[in-house]
């Protein structure tokens, strides 16, 4: 499968607990997104990495959210402390720098509960 | 903050008929991106179809085809010969061309396929 990949899939968390999500890009994208989509939403913009580098958070990434992606490669998100407002999917996508509309390719999400 | 919304939370279609969904945008910016992405039930987000704000002549994909009126700031997709496949969540995204790379979604329109 040569497509976005996320891990796990289904977490289902105590509130406080610390859960961190994995998604393994196609290999030869450079861009890396998180957004976040609870229901009846559509997706919001968490973060986006060119590489290794983070250039644009958004404020929904509060200080308990923090984001990697080492090497360039796959990336994590890490929610610290979580709470019940965190459930949500987190869904992240990865593209190719092209100008304008490079399209987004997506993972099929990691969902989050926190009982 | 660019907002997108789609005004219809559902529509039904019958299959090989055709369906128009709805979707306007506020911005301030000349020079923008807009799509369509498609999620199916439990599957990844996938795009449909993209428009440049600068060309005036409306994007087609095969059954799917845009209405992009810049003035009205009104991006509507159309779908001809309805398929049972179409059935899916669809969602209208904005990207300004100028300041950063987040997609902004509106909350979706949930297209059912009846046969």
């Known amino acids: 499968d040569t497509g976005v990949s996320q891990n796990p899939r289904h977490k289902i968390t105590k509130r406080g607990q610390n859960v961190t999500f994995r998604c393994d890009p196609i290999s030869e994208h450079n861009r890396l997104y998180w957004y976040r989509q609870t229901l009846g939403q559509g997706p919001e913009f968490l973060t986006y990495?060119?590489?290794?580098?983070?250039?644009?958070k958004s404020r929904l990434l509060s200080d308990r959210f923090s984001a990697e992606r080492p090497k360039g490669s796959f990336s994590t998100l890490e929610i610290q402390r979580t709470e019940q407002g965190d459930s949500a999917m987190y869904l992240c996508?990865?593209?190719?720098?092209?100008?304008?509309?490079?399209?987004?390719?997506f993972g099929e999400g990691s969902r989050l509960t926190v009982l | 903050a660019q907002t997108v919304t789609q005004s219809q939370p559902e529509m039904s279609v019958q299959e090989a008929e055709t369906v128009t969904l709805s979707c306007t945008y506020d911005t301030s910016e000349s020079d923008y991106y807009l799509f369509w992405y498609k999620q199916p039930p439990s599957r990844q987000m996938i795009l449909v179809i993209r428009q440049e704000a600068y060309k005036q002549q409306n994007a087609t994909e095969n059954r799917f085809s845009v209405n992009f009126q810049k003035a009205a700031k009104s991006f509507s997709l159309k779908i001809s010969d309805s398929q049972l496949g179409d059935a899916a969540m669809y969602f209208c995204?904005?990207?300004?061309?100028?300041?950063?790379?987040?997609?902004?979604f509106g909350k979706g329109t949930s297209l059912l396929v009846t046969p």
């Open positions: 996508a990865s593209s190719l720098r092209t100008a304008g509309t490079g399209e987004l390719f």
């Open positions: 990495f060119q590489n290794e580098a983070q250039l644009e």
């Open positions: 995204a904005y990207r300004s061309a100028v300041a950063g790379y987040a997609l902004n």
